[in-house]
């Protein structure tokens, strides 16, 4: 697997460096136990031109996703198209969800 070629400049870069690297993991995962996760591109014009791609992956509490930088779709590759829609959840739901699976192992 190549790695990516994104620039980085500031701390939230990093952060979100080790968020996307994290979030590809957690898909991998899913994959794994048989949860559907994927990537999709977003559809729209409210989000920055080199975050349109999107991690998707669909926990039992609900979806979950993650926008990531075109200089690190590489780490994405692996991942299939994802051909459902964004259910609307917000950061606060998202992380509901997430907490709520893990309280239930």
Not at 72 to 87: G, K
């Amino acid at each position: 697997m190549k790695t990516d070629n994104c620039v980085i400049e500031t701390e939230q870069d990093k952060v979100y460096r080790e968020r996307n690297r994290l979030a590809a993991l957690c898909g991998v995962m899913a994959l794994k136990l048989g949860f559907k996760a994927g990537v999709k591109k977003h559809q729209g014009d409210d989000f920055k031109k080199d975050r349109e791609n999107i991690i998707y992956i669909d926990l039992p509490t609900g979806q979950i996703s993650y926008h990531i930088k075109d200089c690190e779709l590489n780490i994405f590759e692996i991942f299939p198209d994802y051909n459902d829609e964004f259910d609307g959840h917000d950061f606060d739901e998202k992380y509901k969800r997430i907490l709520e699976y893990i309280k239930q192992h």
